[in-house]
């Protein structure tokens, strides 16, 4: 058995930033993570394009891991190796298996932040075969980049997010032949920047609003075969197309990793926090893609420093976190925080519902201009509102 | 006394099994890379309780005997099976007709335990159950099971018994000489056999004829299933009322705490045995069939969807006989639905009656045999004290692999020191890459693991199949 | 008038560019590398490449890499070949310099991350 005040549970950006905050305030902090390493999906993650806001710099995922990693305080206990099994809440106590054996931790606050994991072609109900050559694109991600090894020859990408972009790239760049991506949205599901610098710059064809329809070949895949689809995702008859691969990777979407919280705090497609990080659940805050899935980890860091500094303030009774709604109106998707804590200034995270030219972002009393919104953009906007009943957030196209 | 028996699947491995506690020189030749890979590996899973036949074929006197005979074999084979119990749902009058026949029938293949249950009984044990129910037909033998890990754990203690096991070798031809069977010959090796058992499943009819033994035709019917990821909507097996020979689309809980619904039934002709592809008719079928039960059933937690091929004759019993024409050949074919239930019934049918019986073939026990076996443990169901226990043993048991299904290095070790050499193989021993992440997370993981335990390289593990290497090479070669 | 998005940094500003004799002229850019950007996007693309080098000897069996600047975008397949070449001995450390002035392209080869020895 071990004690501690925070404890937190995954080491990817949230939670390494979460470490800092709460050592940094004061707590003794144990940090804990299931793979051998710290810094999660950024390890795989080769490219450039992270820490642009925090660290005024463009670094690869792994260069951003290790700059996080030198900002946690020496005092923090590190345990990698080690998998949360079991949270039991209301003692305020979770069990950690690992190699060196099975130990029950007792915190006083928590911080969980285990990420997302990616939507799978599987739970797609995409008829056809069961071959081999179907990945998730963190998973050939992961497969390329760090094992080393070659997925297939001959590629297609199904989901234009970021990471099938990336993706795209990567596995032209290693000598495989992508000969698209495709897309079920009539835009691009990633940043601009990636449409341009992963597809573009290779001529890699992008089909918007096409998707798969089903995959043929066994036990190797040999063809897939994609269609266009009308406005409500479904296919139209007689657009098919036959497209020999023997890769498909696939990028439909992350999905929070809630399970083990999921029965005893407020949950909808992540885990409910305030801006504060705190859940419905006084003594648990949680941070990073397990509460929404955020395009850049700089908001990943940030979000994750700031449940731990709140974090190690409740371990020593020094918090009281308020909740007032904070509630999505026209235009609005995605909505971050599900509640507002007056204190901390207010992180408003929202994706749009739709790709609008000129708007008006409402967040309460305040109103902002802003240009160019796409779903697949999240609109970030700080304010410190006074405490009202419930805040509204609305974005308006002019 | 050489025996080869043809077909690993849960018939022929536990055919093989039963044969390796006699002085006889048993071979199991399976064309798959590993035992269970057939028709053993995508159906409904269930232990039915035995009601569906009419007393007097074959099938009604194996399944009731069958469905009995499974308490014992867990005990032996460690496999999991719960006997949850099933109902069988009734919606209107003529539903209500057949209820009364089916439980009729089910007292004549002596089964125990049934009951007429009313509309009260069965919202209050099924409260998700489609409010238009009028009764149900309840048996509380009906059981589920993991029906590949019967064949594994048949099959590992057939090795255990001295059995010799051929993975990856497909049967060509049979020879015969003087109205006997000879030998076996497989795409890589030959074996002399006086006794021949003919337990391959959708193709048996081909089997038989290298053979030139008696053969029924058989045709594949596919089944089509969606698995869910949640167990919310029933803890009972659950089934419409029968219409026209059709079992219909069922909701059925499953030992790894998820939901499977369907199957649809469509004829496929007989080159299209191979043909387990899912469609987009058959997927929506599926749903719309478990609705008919579960109204609620939603398609927002989908782990994966499969088919199966049900191995059809014209006849609809089993064929299982010894040839009149080749003196050893035996046919042990059309194994339908319900041929889980009845498997054990069947390979102690074969070796009792057809092989000492009408055969003449005096077998005699050895004087040791091992009869049962441990199966690899799942740490994750231990009390923390044992999985404690085991971690301070083996380190290995404290490192979480599968992060879905919490399967530890531990228990895919075990799994490659009992003879997988597949992702495949893996996964059906250990439950690992079953979960929602459905392997994406540690496959490679595994992958790794074999070839360290195996001494493959990385680029030569397979999925399942040869040609499924999960790497065609390397990044930097 | 032509629409470029800058992708010096992950906001991925929509950039106005318009071509007059004495220049151009940009709009929509969140901030002056914008402008920068604009500007070399019209007459010289260029990116900075990551990819991975071969390790020999290490836990790894390959490190993650970048360019230490943005090298023209087309000499991109010409630097990849070459990057396949080349193998470096562990332990490789973040930071450290696998080849300098690769191609003569004025920027280094950079380990972007740490590999142990076995
Ligand atoms: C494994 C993993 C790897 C990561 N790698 C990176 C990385 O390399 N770089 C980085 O900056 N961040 C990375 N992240 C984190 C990152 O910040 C993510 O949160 C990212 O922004 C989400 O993008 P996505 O592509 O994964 O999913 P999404 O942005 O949700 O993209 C999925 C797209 O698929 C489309 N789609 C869905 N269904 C269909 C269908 N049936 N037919 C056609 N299209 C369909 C959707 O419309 C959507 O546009 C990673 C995270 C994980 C878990
Ligand atoms: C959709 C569906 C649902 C079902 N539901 C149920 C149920 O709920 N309950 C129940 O009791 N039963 C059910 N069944 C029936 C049950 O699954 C089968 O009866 C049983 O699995 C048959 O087992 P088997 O060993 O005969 O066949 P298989 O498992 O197919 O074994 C035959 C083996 O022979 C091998 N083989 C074939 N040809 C050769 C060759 N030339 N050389 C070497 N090896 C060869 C094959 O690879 C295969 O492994 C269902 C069947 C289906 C299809
Ligand atoms: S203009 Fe500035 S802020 Fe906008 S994308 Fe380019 S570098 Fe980023």
């Known amino acids: ?398 | 006394m050489k025996i080869a028996v043809i077909g690993g699947g849960i018939v022929g491995t536990l055919i093989a099994r039963l044969l390796s506690f006699y002085e006889a020189d048993v071979t199991l030749i399976e064309k798959e890379n590993d035992v269970g890979w057939g028709v053993t590996k995508a159906n409904s899973g269930i232990i039915h309780a035995g009601y569906d036949d009419e007393p007097g074929t074959l099938r009604a006197s194996l399944v009731v005997p069958g469905n009995e005979a499974y308490t014992q074999l867990q005990k032996d084979l460690d496999f999991p099976f719960m006997r949850v119990g099933s109902h069988v749902l009734a919606f209107n009058e003529s539903d209500l007709k057949t209820l009364e026949e089916l439980y009729k029938r089910g007292e004549k293949n002596g089964i125990k335990g049934m009951k007429i249950l009313d509309r009260e009984e069965v919202l209050s044990m099924i409260p998700k159950v489609n409010p238009d129910v009028k009764a149900s037909l309840y048996a509380p033998s009906a059981g589920i099971v993991i029906p590949w890990r019967v064949a594994l754990s048949a099959s590992d203690n057939f090795v255990m018994n001295g059995g010799k096991l051929a993975l990856g070798e497909r049967v060509v031809d049979i020879e015969v000489s003087g109205g006997r069977v000879r030998k076996v010959i497989t795409d890589k090796n030959e074996y002399e056999a006086d006794v021949v058992i003919n337990a391959s499943g959708l193709f048996a009819d081909e089997i038989a004829k290298m053979a030139g033994a008696e053969s029924v035709p058989i045709h594949p019917r596919k089944g089509e299933y969606i698995l869910l990821d949640t167990q919310e909507y029933t803890n009972y097996v659950l089934f419409p009322t029968p219409s026209h020979g059709s079992k219909g689309m069922l909701v059925v809980p499953t030992l790894s705490e998820n939901t499977l619904i369907g199957p649809n039934a469509v004829d496929l002709p007989p080159d299209k045995k191979g043909d387990v592809s899912t469609t987009e008719s058959g997927l929506k079928e599926v749903h719309e069939g478990a609705k008919k039960l579960i109204p609620s059933i939603k398609l927002n937690k989908v782990l994966r969807t499969f088919a199966g091929l049900r191995p059809e004759s014209p006849q609809r019993d089993f064929f299982i006989k010894e040839s009149e024409k080749v003196w050893g050949f035996i046919n042990v074919a059309a194994i339908r639905s319900p041929g889980l239930t009845a498997a054990p019934a069947i390979a102690e049918y074969v070796v009792e009656e057809l092989l000492q019986q009408r055969l003449k073939i005096n077998l005699q026990k050895k004087r040791e045999y091992i009869k049962s076996i441990k199966s690899i443990q799942k740490v994750s169901r231990l009390s923390i004290e044992d999985w404690a226990e085991l971690v301070r043993k083996d380190e290995r048991y404290g490192n979480i692999i599968c992060v879905c299904n919490r399967v530890t290095e531990g228990e895919i070790v075990e799994a490659v020191k009992r003879g997988a050499r597949t992702l495949d193989s893996v996964k059906f021993r250990t439950g690992a890459m079953c979960g929602p992440c459905q392997a994406a997370r540690c496959a490679m993981k595994i992958a790794k693991i074999i070839s360290r335990e195996a001494g493959i390289p990385i680029e030569e593990i397979l999925l399942n199949a040869d040609g499924s290497n999960i790497a065609v090479g390397k990044v930097r070669p | 008038m032509e629409r470029i998005k800058c992708v010096r940094c992950p906001l991925g500003c929509m950039l106005k560019v318009k071509v007059t004799k004495d220049g151009i002229e940009v709009e929509g850019n969140r901030c002056p590398r914008g402008e920068e950007f604009a500007l070399q996007e019209i007459e010289n693309p260029m990116r900075i490449l990551t990819t991975s080098v071969r390790v020999s000897g290490g836990v790894l069996p390959l490190v993650s890499v970048k360019t230490s600047g943005a090298v023209p975008r087309d000499k991109i397949k010409e630097l990849m070949d070459h990057i396949k070449s080349l193998e470096v001995e562990a332990p490789v450390k973040i930071g450290d310099v696998i080849e300098k002035n690769v191609l003569n392209l004025g920027v280094d080869l950079v380990a972007t991350r740490d590999c142990d020895e076995k």
Request: aromatic letters at 6%; proline letters at 5%; glycine letters at 10%.
């Open chain 1, 1 to 398: 058995m071990k004690r501690v005040e925070v404890v937190v549970v995954g080491a990817g950006a949230a939670g390494m930033a979460a470490a800092k905050g709460a050592a940094e305030n004061g707590a003794h902090v144990l940090l804990l993570d299931n793979e051998n390493w710290v810094g999660g999906i950024l390890q795989q993650c080769i490219h450039n394009g992270f820490g642009v806001h925090r660290y005024k710099e463009e670094l690869t995922g792994p260069e951003f891991a290790e700059r996080l990693k030198k900002e946690i305080p020496s005092d923090v206990e590190v345990m990698t190796g080690s998998f949360v099994h079991k949270i039991f809440p209301e003692e305020k106590k979770l069990i950690v298996i690992s190699r060196r054996g099975i130990e029950e931790i007792h915190y006083e606050s928590m911080v969980f932040a285990t990420g997302a994991r990616e939507k799978t072609f599987q739970s797609l109900l995409i008829p056809g075969t069961r071959p081999v050559g179907i990945y998730t694109a963190g998973q050939a991600q992961r497969m390329i980049n760090i094992d080393g090894y070659l997925p297939g020859k001959r590629a297609l990408v199904l989901g234009s997010g970021d990471v099938g972009l990336i993706m795209a790239r990567r596995m032209h760049l290693e000598g495989m032949e992508v000969i698209g991506v495709v897309e079920r949205l009539p835009y691009p599901g990633g940043l601009r920047r990636n449409v341009k610098q992963c597809l573009e710059d290779f001529d890699i064809p992008l089909y918007l609003s096409h998707t798969v329809v089903r995959v043929e070949g066994f036990p190797r895949l040999e063809k897939v075969i994609v269609a266009k689809v009308d406005g409500k995702f479904s296919p139209i008859p007689g657009t098919e197309k036959e497209l020999k691969v023997d890769t498909l990777v696939v990028s439909v979407g992350l999905v929070p990793v809630k399970k083990l919280l999921a029965k005893f705090v407020d949950v909808e497609s992540g885990i409910l926090v305030s801006n504060s990080g705190q859940t419905s659940v006084d003594s648990i805050f949680a941070a990073g893609n397990v509460t929404t899935i955020f395009d850049l980890v700089d908001y990943v860091a940030n979000e994750g420093e700031k449940a731990g500094k709140n974090a190690a303030l409740y371990a020593k009774g020094k918090f009281e976190g308020k909740r007032i709604p904070v509630k999505k109106g026209e235009g609005v998707k995605v909505l971050h925080p599900k509640w507002y804590d007056p204190s901390d200034p207010l992180s408003v995270y929202l994706r749009v519902s739709r790709p609008m030219e000129r708007a008006v972002v409402r967040i309460g009393k305040y109103e902002i201009e802003a240009e160019d919104l796409t779903p697949a953009e999240m609109v970030h906007v700080e304010i410190e509102p006074p405490c009202e009943d419930e805040i509204v957030v609305s974005v308006t196209e002019v």
